[in-house]
């Protein structure tokens, strides 16, 4: 590998999203992505996380402006509707993007 | 290429979301039944009030049984093409309404009121079949459906030739027999299959 192409690849890695980078929060964000709004038991159900994991992750996502948690009741009980933001929404696009991009230089090397 | 695995994700939440539980094919069956059973017994103009009571039906039976066991998502809102389709559908429907509302007219004379409910019995046919379509299209693993479509439609276009009084109406009392039957196994899989999941506390 040159010295030029180790640049490159070290550019890609600093270009990573290192919030979604863990496979939770990856996963989430996946999950967010292909629908417009989703509850609680949606992302319980998709992820596999427990309730106290999912509630911390959706926490950081939140604080950074990447998700947004709205909270209601029905029929007396709490329900929880997440949306991604349109933020979140383009930070994923770009994740998706830096990662084929540094795929692709580590496979060209 | 990049994206196959976002459209896969996407393409098996909205399974699970609308199809899996097996109420949309269930629905369609009953549905298919009793307007066929009221064709049948000449109360065919009837079937219309049918029509807004699958939507309401299908979102309460999905409150019930689905959302707690696999979520609620809202899905994307999708292109203009399905809109169109469902347009479509709706004003052939309206049309065939009318259609048997002029057939029950007595100034016809009975050739005319013949080949009137000759045409009113294919359109109808035709109309349960694109509902059927527009509300199982987007179900891959109802691809079946299709080849039974086809046959449907190969029959019907055989018995036109031969004039079959009422065959249209028992052809498609059977399909909407398998529907029911089809929607009832998948619903009863997916009860077993996913336990009721609870909200966060």
């Known amino acids: 590998m040159s010295s030029e192409e180790r640049i490159s690849t070290e550019i890609s890695f600093e270009e990573i999203d290192r919030l979604i ?3 939770a929060r990856l996963n989430i964000m996946l999950y967010l992505y292909v629908v417009e709004k989703a509850d609680f038991v949606y ?3 998709q992820t596999g996380l427990t309730r106290g994991n999912l509630s911390v992750h959706l926490q950081k996502l939140e604080q950074n402006g990447y998700v947004e948690i709205m909270k209601e009741f029905v029929n007396r009980m709490p329900h929880t509707l997440i949306r991604l933001t349109q933020r979140g929404r383009t930070a994923f696009e770009d994740y998706r993007d830096s990662i084929l991009n540094l795929l692709r230089t580590v496979k060209d090397a | 290429m990049k994206d196959d695995l976002i459209k896969q994700t ?7 979301q609308k199809y899996r ?8 069956g009953v549905f298919l039944v009793i ?3 009221m064709m049948m017994n000449g109360r065919g103009n009837l079937f219309v009030i049918f029509i807004p009571m699958i939507p309401l039906l299908m979102e309460g039976l999905r409150k ?4 707690p066991r696999v979520g609620y998502a809202q899905m994307k809102e999708r292109g203009p093409r399905r809109q169109v389709l469902i347009w479509l559908v709706l004003a052939v429907l309206i049309a065939g309404a009318v259609v048997f509302m002029l057939s029950r007219g007595n100034s016809l004379t009975l050739v005319q009121s013949r080949q009137i409910h000759f045409f009113a019995m294919h359109a109808v046919a035709l109309i349960v079949v694109g509902l059927s379509v527009v509300f199982l299209s987007r ?3 109802t691809i079946f459906i299709w080849y039974a479509l086809a046959i449907i439609i190969f029959v019907n276009a055989v018995l036109f030739f031969r004039l079959e ?13 398998l529907h029911i039957i089809y929607g009832a196994i998948s619903l009863i899989t997916f009860l077993r299959k996913y336990p009721v999941l609870k909200d966060e506390q």
Do not use: C, S
């Open chain 1, 21 to 23: 980078h863990e496979p």
């Open chain 1, 43 to 45: 992302l319980v159900h």
């Open chain 2, 10 to 16: 996407e393409k098996n939440v909205i399974n699970e």
């Open chain 2, 21 to 28: 539980d097996g109420i949309p094919q269930l629905l369609v």
């Open chain 2, 35 to 37: 307007t066929m059973l």
């Open chain 2, 64 to 67: 019930r049984i689905t959302y």
């Open chain 2, 139 to 141: 179900n891959p693993r």
């Open chain 2, 165 to 177: 009084k009422d065959a249209v109406y028992w052809i498609l009392l059977g399909f909407g027999v």
